[in-house]
Structure formats: C-alpha cells, structure tokens
C-alpha cells in the first residue's frame, strides 16, 4: 500500500496507494469545508493537490447529509481523486461533546464512499496528566480495533497520548497492531499554535518510534509551509492545510517564513499567478486563498527536490532561521538523532553545504566520526588541516586530515561525505566542539605510538608534539 522511493534524514518520498489511485509523499491534502468554499475542489488539481479531506462529521450534521449518501462523496465534494474523511475528533477536542458515536460516524463514511476513514478518536491535550491520557488511548484503541473491522486498511489509526513520549510510543505500537493502513499523529495543533515546536518534535518522533517505517503517516493540521520542511524531515508524510481557506479569511498571507498580515503589507513577494497580476490592495479573500495554496505546493516540491539530492537539513536549517521557536524545534530534533541516522541514507547524491552550528550534529556527521575510530591507521599518526601540504612526513605518519566538523585518513580525502562537503574556512564553537571529540574518541580507542600534529588554524587541541614550524 506504501512504498518509499527515496529517503533523507527521517524525511521519504513515496507512493501510497489510496482506492483506486496513487498519490506521490509527501503531499498535502486541502481541508475541503462541504459548506464554505473558497476555491472549487474540482479546482485543486491545479494547485497540485493529489488528495483532499473533508469532514464527515460536518456532512452527517447538515442539509447535504442525505445527498452525500445517496450520490457519494463525490457529489458533494467535488474532486477528481482520494478523499479522506475526518470524523468530528476535532470539534470534539473544541466543543467536548459530539452528537455521534464513533461506530456510527465509521460507518457513514464508509456509505458515502470515503477512501479514508477515520474513527471518533479522543484527542488529548498536550500537558494532560497520564492518568487522562492512558484512559483516553484505551478509547481511541477500541475505536481503531472497531474501525479496522468494518472497514480493513481503509481504516486510519490516530496515535494521541498527549505529551508523554513513552505513551505516543506505546499508541503507536498498539495502533500498528490491528490492520489499519494509514496513521496519523493528532492533537499536535495545540503545540503549533502555541510555537511549542520541541514538544512538537519528541510528540512526532515517539509515535513515528512506535511505528513501522512501512507505515504512511500523517501529520494532523501540520501543513503550513513555514514547518513543512521539518514535519518531513520527522518523517510525515501526508499533512492537510484548512490554514489556506481559513487564514485568508481573516487576511493572512502565507510564506515560507511565517504568515503576514496583508494590511500591513507594503509588497507581495511572490510571483503566482494571483501575487503578481495584483497589488496588495487588489487581493481579496479567493486571491488569497489561491495565493496560500499556491505558496504551500510550491514548498511542498522545494521539500522533495530537497530529499531527493540529500539536502533536507540544508533546507530545514534555513526554514528555521525564520522563527526563533521553529528553531527549538530543529535542535530538538537532534537529540533523536540516532533514531534519524538508523532512516538518513549512507551515502547521498550529493555533499553536504555545511552551515555549521546546530547542524554538526546531522547524521552524516555524527556517522563518519563514530566510523573513524574503526579505520586502521598508525602507529604513528599525524593530524593536520584539509588544505596542508603533508607530503614530506608521509614516510613517518599516517595523516589524519581534519576538516571540521569532519575528520578523517587522508586515503578517504575523495569518499563520502567528507570529500564532496563544502564546509565554511572558519568552524564555529559547536562545530569545533564536534571535531575536538571525534579527534580525542580516535585518540583514546587507538594505540598509537606517536600522535603529532601540524599547526592548527582551527583552536583544535591535540595531544603530541607540534612538527613542520620551520
Ligand atoms: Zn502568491
């Protein structure tokens, strides 16, 4: 049902299959609203849209219930591909009560034809106590199981548990277990509304820990294009946005950096085709909405161009320059760096663009570090820049060339990633502090009779004798 084709960081691009058709992940799917509409959903393909979403609880409640049961789905929401269904979880976290059961709800969605069919899940808030949240996952878990049983994989497993990591694990696990097809990560809106993004990304990392990599998985209401690069380098793969419609209502302007409020703005940055026909003053609510949806899969193929050389990070270090919180977020991410290394690919199609700071922690460096003591090289060994000429002590030493954050034995100079990475003249203090301890762990795992060193531009400390000050 889904299958990855290409893969970085925790980051894939793949193909799931969904009733008769097959989408290419990462993707977004446009929140159609049956009632509200800003752009036609016949209209979306235009955008790039491969898939939609709508709210089947909204459908069950209103005046096109009964035509959406005696036409399909497709009779009220208008689009010429998948449609999945939502199931009213959202007004239950707003309003907590909904008019519904979840078997009842399952099975309407499943009447009108759904590709997706979502369960009444219960959404926990982030910073619950445990007690709620283990009594909410038993909820949803029967939901899921019941779910899985009136319609097969067709069925979406939502993982809550809040805060807790160990809980999203554990739903996840549990989820995994019963048949359905397709996952997804809930109740994450709080914590993006709030800019709470490190909570965000343990939340993610936990509930992708308790799943298969085979798994598809969806990132719920995580589809603004600020965030976008990081939720797939977490590994989400489908994401909706309701954010184009809904923030055009209210006169917000998405970018890549963040939203902007169109009365204050002076200039529209962007050239689609609404942006640059138009003065700010000319936008209304349809512009707008249309503009929000063009900028959003216009990300959305920046991210996979990105995936596809092997240079997400690159791309996820400047999105998170754009907010100080989105920035947490991002070096949060590398305390799960191990789990993102066991997914980052060995080798990639192209060399790292090395920034420095946050990102001498991405796995492709942490991997040929590690990997560097196991070279056997010595007794004598020598360390020495990238760019030295060492060429009269190769007779006495092996050379370790250091190019921080990289080190590593002058023979690799042409391997990947060292030899194919661009890296700034000057490293940084975190960058620094990265090289230190890869040269200090090959120091103290080897056995060699003789370390030296040729002069050190880069404030690096290394135990031995200083040799070639003429
Ligand atoms: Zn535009």
Redesign the pocket.
Known sequence: MFEVRDKDLAGRIGRLRVGEWTVETPTIMPVVNPNLRTVEPSELPDFGAEIAITNAYILYRGELRDRALDGGLRSVVDFPGPLMTDSGSFQLSVYGDVEVSSREIVEFQDAVGSDLVTPLDVPTAPGSGRARAEADLEVTQRRIEEAVDLVGERAVAPVQGSTHPDLRERAARDAASTGAGYFCVGAIVPLMERYEYPELVDCVVASKRGLPDSAPVHLFGAGHPASFALAVSMGGDLFDSAAYALFARKGR?LTVEGTKFLEEMAY?????????RRDVEEMDEEALA???L??TFEELRNVKQHVREGRLAELVAQRARSHPHLLAGWRRYFEHVDWVEARDPAVKRKGVLYTGGETSRRPEVARHNRRLARVEIGPRVLFAPHDADTSRFEDDFDVVKVKPPFAYPSELSETYPCGQSVVPGKPDPETLGVTQDAVDRLIEESDFDQVAYLEFPYGLEVPGEMVGRD
Do not use: G
């Open positions: 302007y529209l940055p962007c050239s689609c085709p609404e942006c640059s249309r503009h929000n063009h900028v």
